[in-house]
T-cell receptor, first 112, second 110 residues
Framework: SAVISQKPSRDICQRGTSLTIQCQVD?????MFWYRQQPGQSLTLIAT?????????ESGFVIDKFPISRPNLTFSTLTVSNMSPEDSSIYLC?????????FGSGTRLTVV | GQQLNQSPQSMFIQEGEDVSMNCTSS?????WLWYKQDPGEGPVLLIA?????ELTSNGRLTAQFGITRKDSFLNISASIPSDVGIYFC??????????FGGGTRLMVKP
């Protein structure tokens, strides 16, 4: 299965600032997925990122708040913009493989 | 969207005990996945199920894809301390995104 390198692993950010999270995959993949995991909760899909087209956002998530880039088939970034304490969560990227979905190790974001 | 009901939400285990958890859905899936998440890590795939009725083992873990395609269970036999963590079920059907259950938190009995 694919190996995903996600960074940063954690960050503490001031409200009003933005953080960009990166995911690098060791193989080419068509779709990459970005999830949010709020404290003590399950995973919620933010958006699906396809190379060469705009990301598709799930209900409750918008591009202005969570802009996504997908410049090639092995890399994607998610930016959490104009952060507030409510954005404190774990953010994870994921790719689909032959044997299921593989996840990055996550970015634990704390907004103060 | 689709929802998965996962139970129990949490449970205490004593070393050597068998553990069972399950997920049910109002919709059918054609793939069921079981993940484990350790603190500070992303979910790691334990078992993938692709056919209704399929029973698959991975070491001390056994999972089954329900005949109705609306449920799945995961059993852990002879639990050990490193089994502690959060277990998630996830369902998938073509044309839709992966849907996660709420998770089962396994803790060690004091």
């Amino acid at each position: 299965s694919a190996v995903i390198s996600q960074k940063p692993s954690r960050d503490i950010c001031q409200r009003g600032t933005s953080l960009t999270i990166q995911c690098q995959v060791d193989s080419q993949v068509t779709m990459m997925f970005w999830y949010r995991q709020q404290p003590g909760q399950s995973l919620t899909l933010i958006a699906t990122a396809n190379q060469g087209s705009e990301a598709t956002y799930e209900s409750g998530f918008v591009i202005d708040k969570f802009p996504i880039s997908r410049p090639n088939l092995t890399f994607s970034t998610l930016t959490v913009s104009n952060m507030s304490p409510e954005d404190s969560s774990i953010y994870l990227c994921s790719v689909a493989g032959n044997d299921g979905y593989t996840f990055g190790s996550g970015t634990r974001l704390t907004v103060v | 969207g689709q929802q998965l009901n996962q139970s129990p939400q949490s449970m205490f285990i004593q070393e050597g005990e068998d553990v069972s958890m399950n997920c049910t859905s109002s919709s059918i899936f054609n793939t069921w996945l079981w993940y484990k998440q350790d603190p500070g890590e992303g979910p790691v795939l334990l078992i993938a199920l692709y056919k209704a009725g399929e029973l698959t083992s991975n070491g001390r873990l056994t999972a089954q894809f329900g005949i109705t395609r609306k449920d799945s269970f995961l059993n852990i036999s002879a639990s050990i301390p490193s089994d502690v963590g959060i277990y998630f079920c996830a369902g998938f059907i073509a044309g839709n995104m992966l849907t996660f259950g709420g998770g089962t938190r396994l803790m060690v009995k004091p």
